[in-house]
């Protein structure tokens, strides 16, 4: 009883509970955006931009969420190279949209980043990762299917360390590749048709006849 009357001690100053609070409702927040599908990291980067959260939380909410609440299989490792080009990476990732990989990426003089690896921004932010740090991978499958989310686990640590791993059925949502082909084909077609009309305004207001501007009034006679 007086272990459990300190651990909840800190709980009687009134900043305290209120910053308590914030981190709960938070997480219980992002519980749900994380179960319809959208990347934690993502969300955290959102948050921490927002100041809603600052960066000593992004671990514990990333624990509490992918490990705790969504037994995310995970792999933690230190790299054995230093690595800066990720073009392949995001490419790779943006197409194996059936599954969902986070990062935590600990920088020594900056702290813990989370890293959607499908997300160049992200990878900008970080710039690279260097030799000896450590990195955590957490993998999830759409489907709701653990031994895919492994083998994925596996694939992005293969591929992010230079390699050509397989690509698994399932690691690709056909549905969502096909939404998002068609979202990026009407984009297309909606920049296009205002290029055209962009086109046929200026053809339209170079072939209008200029108005001549009017003369001048003449001016008065000088009074004697």
Excluded: C
């Excluded at 800066?84 to 059936?98: I, Q």
Aim: proline content about 5%; charged content about 20%; overall charge neutral.
């Amino acid at each position: 009883m007086a272990a459990l009357t300190k651990e909840f001690s800190v709980l009687g100053a009134r900043d305290a509970f209120n910053q308590t609070l914030r981190h709960l409702v938070n997480v219980t927040s992002l519980v749900g955006d994380v179960e319809k599908g959208l990347n934690l990291a993502d969300l955290l980067h959102g948050l921490l931009e927002q100041g809603t959260i600052t960066r000593d939380q992004v671990t514990p909410i990333v624990s509490l969420i992918l490990l705790n609440r969504l037994k995310a299989p995970y792999r933690s490792l230190n790299m054995k190279e230093t690595i800066s080009s990720f073009d392949r990476v995001v490419e790779t990732m943006k197409r194996w949209n059936g599954v969902d990989v986070t990062l935590v990426y600990h920088q020594p003089n900056v702290g813990a980043a989370t890293i959607n690896p499908a997300n160049a921004a992200h990878w900008e932010a970080v710039h690279d990762l260097k030799k000896h740090e450590l990195l955590v991978v957490y993998a999830r499958h759409s489907g709701g299917k653990p031994d895919v989310a492994e083998r994925a686990l596996h694939a992005f640590i293969d591929l992010l360390e230079g390699g050509s791993p397989a690509e698994e059925p399932d690691f690709v949502d056909q549905r969502k590749l096909q939404m998002a082909r068609a979202a990026q084909e009407a984009a297309e077609r909606a920049r296009q048709a205002a290029e055209q009309r962009a086109a046929e305004q200026a053809r339209a207001a170079a072939a209008a006849p200029q108005t001549a501007a009017p003369a001048a009034a003449p001016a008065a006679p000088a009074a004697a």
